[in-house]
């Protein structure tokens, strides 16, 4: 096997999860597993001649990727109800972890495009500023304010869909 294609299994076997994920925010749960085949299959395409083969490029590439696909996103409701199926519940008086993941994906949802992608690539891929900023296209300054109106709003919006957590119980 020539060493391009060791490279690019030796990626798709550390970072394939991540870019799923990444894809998942683009382009919904149903679309990830295509997106993320794409990358993986223009990164074997360009392995010779692209010199920085690395996680910020399938990165970027699968951001591009899901924007030349012209897709809007679609709803997560079959990935909620399929988690929901194989959840457990805890004790009475708790949520259970169900609950708390639907709850956390409506939040996302309902962010604004540009700041659910800089959460996503910065808190939840871990990635830097510098990175991430790159692949969301924008200076280290817009990501960072991105990544701080998500996370007001991510606040906002958790709070609006569990008013029993604000005090309001109906027992």
Same mark, same amino acid.
């Given at each position: 096997?020539?060493?391009?294609?060791? /490279?690019?299994?030796?990626?798709?076997?550390?970072?394939?999860?991540?870019?799923?994920?990444?894809?998942?925010?683009?382009?919904?749960?149903?679309?990830?597993?295509?997106?993320?085949?794409?990358?993986?299959?223009?990164?074997?395409?360009?392995?010779?001649?692209?010199?920085?083969?690395?996680?910020?490029?399938?990165?970027?590439?699968? %951001?591009?990727?899901?924007?030349?696909?012209?897709?809007?996103?679609?709803?997560?409701?079959?990935?909620?109800?399929?988690?929901?199926?194989?959840?457990?519940?805890?004790?009475?008086?708790? @949520? *259970?972890?169900?609950? *708390?993941?639907?709850?956390?994906? %409506?939040?996302?949802?309902?962010?604004?495009?540009? @700041?659910?992608?800089?959460?996503?690539?910065?808190?939840?891929?871990?990635?830097?500023?510098?990175?991430?900023?790159?692949?969301?296209?924008?200076?280290?300054? *817009?990501?960072?304010?991105?990544? /701080?109106?998500?996370?007001?709003?991510?606040?906002?919006?958790?709070?609006?869909?569990?008013?029993?957590?604000?005090?309001?119980?109906?027992?």
């Amino acid at each position: 096997m020539p060493t391009d294609h060791l /490279h690019v299994q030796s990626l798709f076997e550390t970072h394939a999860k991540s870019i799923r994920r990444f894809a998942a925010s683009l382009v919904g749960v149903d679309d990830a597993d295509d997106l993320t085949a794409d990358v993986f299959v223009l990164a074997l395409q360009r392995a010779a001649d692209t010199p920085h083969l690395d996680l910020p490029w399938l990165l970027v590439t699968c %951001r591009n990727l899901a924007h030349n696909r012209g897709r809007k996103r679609k709803s997560h409701d079959a990935y909620i109800e399929a988690e929901a199926m194989s959840a457990t519940t805890v004790q009475d008086g708790f @949520e *259970t972890s169900v609950e *708390t993941n639907v709850r956390v994906h %409506r939040a996302l949802q309902l962010l604004p495009a540009v @700041e659910r992608e800089a959460f996503v690539l910065h808190c939840l891929e871990d990635l830097s500023v510098a990175d991430a900023c790159v692949i969301a296209d924008c200076s280290p300054n *817009t990501f960072r304010v991105r990544v /701080h109106r998500a996370r007001t709003r991510l606040q906002t919006h958790l709070q609006e869909l569990a008013p029993h957590m604000n005090g309001d119980t109906h027992e």
